[in-house]
């Protein structure tokens, strides 16, 4: 069974959504690491909870962006990790990490890529008029918040949104679609074709959502 590295950098959330969707049984791998560039990130104490292995790499502790990855490469390794998925992990990993694990990781972004890319999204899409926005996970290429989409849900925006309720929002279809996109990768209904996507999973076309309600 695939082992999967999950690094973090804060609350840890979206990692409480795959640990539970392992528990329920509907994630085939298992967690073998929690990795956060954080000392007292509090997703650690959710690692601690799940009884799961869990370490800090701080960035301040190692030379250069090219050590801090070499040790992240080091840990994933020796827990038997083969996939990574980024939770909230707040930095910008090299060229070369990317491309050693291409395929091989995995990033959730708060809007529907390639719209909004980068921190500080909601703010943007408030700011911006648009209706819906949603959330996407996608494989881990070298440019920020760029690579194939794997899986998104979209995600309306109502009036009176503020950067928080819209947040807030938006974390709940995170939730539903990290486990699920990340349970297709690892049970292998996942392939990367010329930069994109192919799925083999049931695609809903009955459904639509539309803000304002009609
Ligand atoms: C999420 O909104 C995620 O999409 C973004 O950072 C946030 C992390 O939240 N990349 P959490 O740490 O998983 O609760």
Same mark, same amino acid.
């Given at each position: =069974?695939?082992?999967?590295?999950?690094?973090?950098?804060?609350?840890?959330?979206?990692?409480?959504?795959?640990?539970?969707?392992?528990?329920?049984?509907?994630?085939?791998?298992?967690?073998?690491?929690?990795?956060?560039?954080?000392?007292?990130?509090?997703?650690?104490?959710?690692?601690? &909870?799940?009884?799961?292995?869990? *370490?800090?790499?701080?960035?301040?502790?190692?030379?250069?962006?090219?050590?801090?990855?070499?040790?992240?490469?080091?840990?994933?390794?020796?827990?038997?990790?083969?996939?990574? *998925?980024?939770?909230?992990? =707040?930095?910008?990993?090299?060229?070369?990490?990317?491309?050693?694990?291409?395929?091989?990781?995995?990033?959730?972004?708060?809007?529907?890529?390639? !719209?909004?890319?980068?921190?500080?999204?909601?703010?943007?899409?408030?700011?911006?008029?648009? =209706?819906?926005?949603? *959330?996407?996970?996608?494989?881990?290429?070298?440019?920020?918040?760029?690579?194939?989409?794997?899986?998104?849900?979209?995600?309306?925006?109502?009036?009176?949104?503020?950067? &928080?309720?819209?947040?807030?929002?938006?974390?709940? !279809?995170?939730?539903?679609?990290?486990?699920?996109?990340?349970?297709?990768?690892?049970?292998?209904?996942?392939?990367?074709?010329?930069?994109?996507?192919?799925?083999?999973?049931?695609?809903?076309?009955?459904? =639509?959502?539309?803000?304002? !309600?009609?």
């Amino acid at each position: =069974m695939t082992r999967i590295a999950v690094f973090i950098s804060g609350r840890g959330s979206n990692l409480q959504a795959l640990i539970d969707a392992r528990a329920r049984g509907d994630l085939a791998g298992d967690i073998g690491v929690v990795v956060s560039s954080r000392t007292g990130a509090p997703g650690l104490e959710r690692a601690r &909870k799940a009884g799961l292995h869990h *370490c800090v790499v701080e960035p301040a502790d190692h030379a250069s962006r090219e050590a801090f990855d070499a040790e992240l490469d080091r840990v994933a390794k020796q827990t038997g990790c083969g996939l990574i *998925c980024l939770a909230g992990f =707040m930095r910008i990993l090299t060229p070369g990490f990317a491309q050693a694990w291409r395929d091989r990781i995995l990033n959730i972004h708060p809007a529907l890529l390639p !719209a909004f890319p980068g921190t500080d999204c909601h703010r943007r899409v408030l700011d911006s008029g648009v =209706m819906i926005t949603g *959330c996407t996970v996608h494989f881990v290429r070298p440019q920020v918040d760029a690579g194939p989409i794997i899986a998104q849900a979209a995600v309306p925006v109502l009036p009176g949104d503020d950067e &928080k309720s819209l947040a807030d929002r938006v974390l709940v !279809a995170e939730h539903r679609i990290y486990p699920l996109a990340l349970d297709l990768v690892l049970q292998g209904r996942v392939r990367v074709i010329e930069e994109r996507v192919v799925v083999d999973a049931p695609v809903r076309s009955d459904d =639509m959502l539309v803000n304002p !309600a009609p």
